[in-house]
């Protein structure tokens, strides 16, 4: 099975989102850092739970209010202020930024994985492929290892229409 996962980028620690709580002037009761800390924990938890059920990016309100606890409408809004997310109907989405803070694999790109592996472990499809194109790669012409996993060698079927699975052998290349 694919997993679903989210990851967080190796430079958050400072990211503007991140220490915006440090001048928020709210009056929660929490220290600048601990309110940092406390957010940052939030909207990492959420991230979690929209990977999981493959929302999006997107968080409900339940979810929040689940993770925050009885001041989970404040503690929203103070995620909300720093910019980790904007309101949406129901919930809340997620600042998506990749490079920066979190990636979340979003419900299309699983299941275009799920189609591409589906589509390259179907025999009806690699067979006449693999009779048609050999060990050459449709493109350069190099000889490719079928054993290989990674490197310019490595054998693969690629789609011809990415994000589309195949509908023949023609919609497949060595």
Not at 90 to 100: M, P, Y
Not at 131 to 160: F, M, P, Q, S
Request: proline content about 6%; some cysteine; hydrophobic content about 40%.
């Amino acid at each position: 099975p694919l997993s679903r996962w989210w990851k967080v980028s190796d430079t958050p620690g400072m990211h503007p989102m991140v220490v915006a709580p440090l001048t928020d002037q709210a009056d929660d009761g929490l220290d600048p850092y601990d309110r940092a800390n406390v957010l940052f924990g939030l909207v990492a938890r959420c991230a979690t739970m929209s990977a999981s059920y493959l929302t999006d990016y997107v968080v409900a309100d339940a979810v929040v209010m689940q993770v925050a606890g009885p001041r989970w409408q404040e503690r929203a809004a103070a995620a909300q202020r720093a910019g980790y997310w904007s309101r949406v109907d129901g919930g809340w989405l997620i600042v998506d930024d990749s490079t920066n803070f979190v990636h979340i694999r979003k419900a299309a790109e699983l299941e275009w994985e799920r189609a591409r592996k589906r589509d390259t472990s179907n025999p009806a499809l690699v067979v006449p492929v693999r009779l048609r194109d050999g060990d050459g790669c449709r493109y350069c012409g190099v000889i490719v290892n079928w054993r290989a996993r990674k490197g310019g060698r490595a054998g693969t079927y690629d789609h011809v229409y990415p994000g589309r699975s195949a509908r023949g052998p023609d919609d497949l290349r060595v």
